[in-house]
């Protein structure tokens, strides 16, 4: 019987997705990546907490250093996204190269086959193609983080706590007295107060140009201190008095500048879609209509999807959407099945 290793964060979805897997009778061991300093206090609790629950368990617990690379390829690429006027999801770029990459790696390499974690998402094998599903728990469904898994990482994954709702993993964690059983893990877990603006301006290296805030007709409205702290739909911190609600709109990186409008001026008809990974098809070759996610709370939109040279597309929203972001996630799905995702390039009036 091959082993399991769990990524364990130290948070009660990956110590219930240990629990269950050990109420299998699987053999199984911890294993948790330190990605930041381990001098700072919520990540060696973390760790600490990990630690703990393996103990707790009666399973081995590893520990493997990836902060070197995490900081090379996540946070280096987070960084150089929001200078490029763009809004990153760190959370897509680490599954796909760090958590399920490197620490998949170092989990074949103490002996495990498979991977699990605590992620509410599902994974099954139809005609012998791996397909990502939403979890049952549609709340907390975390399958739009999970879009540019490939057959192969799909092929050793595990997700226990899919099958769960999120009451259901704390009545469990209860019941065992797991010493998580109040945890949850950070919304980005290189940035413990989760202020990204504080976290750009103290990277060794970011540089931030001042420029003009303008309206659509290119009226100086103001003066921003870096394209880097402003995002597309973001209201407040922009420092401008006006009559009614203004809205970044646009980030102009080609002349550095913030382009302000209403609330109305967000709609977008569409958007060009790139770095396209598909899942539970093969890249279609004609237009496909899907509901498509444009951000992780988006409700969903039916979409046409029309193929584009180089693993990109062209998507067209049934009814406009609004605050069509460059450099968030857009996620493809035909029900609960994920057909695939990528990330937004430029948005369609």
Known sequence: MSKIAVAMSGGVDSSVAAALLQQRSEEIFGITMLVVPESETAVAGAAENARKVSHHLGIPHFTVDLRDEFKADIITDFCRQYQLGKTPNPCVRCNRFIKFGLLLEKARALGAGTLATGHYARVSLV??????????????????FLNQLTQPQLSRLLFPVGELTKNEVRRRAKELNLPSAETESREICFIPDNDYRRFIKAQAGVNEAPGDIVDKDGRVLGKHAGLSFYTVGQRHGLGIAAPQPLYVVKINTLHNRVVLGVKNDLLASGCTVGNINWIAIEPPSVETTALVKIRYQHPGAVTRISPLPGRRARVDFETPQSAVTPGQAVVFYDGDVVLGGGTIEETIS
Do not use: A, P
């Not at 005609?127 to 739009?144: A, P, V």
């Open 127 to 144: 005609n012998g193609r791996y397909l990502l599903k939403k979890g049952i728990d549609t709340r907390r469904d975390q399958s739009y």
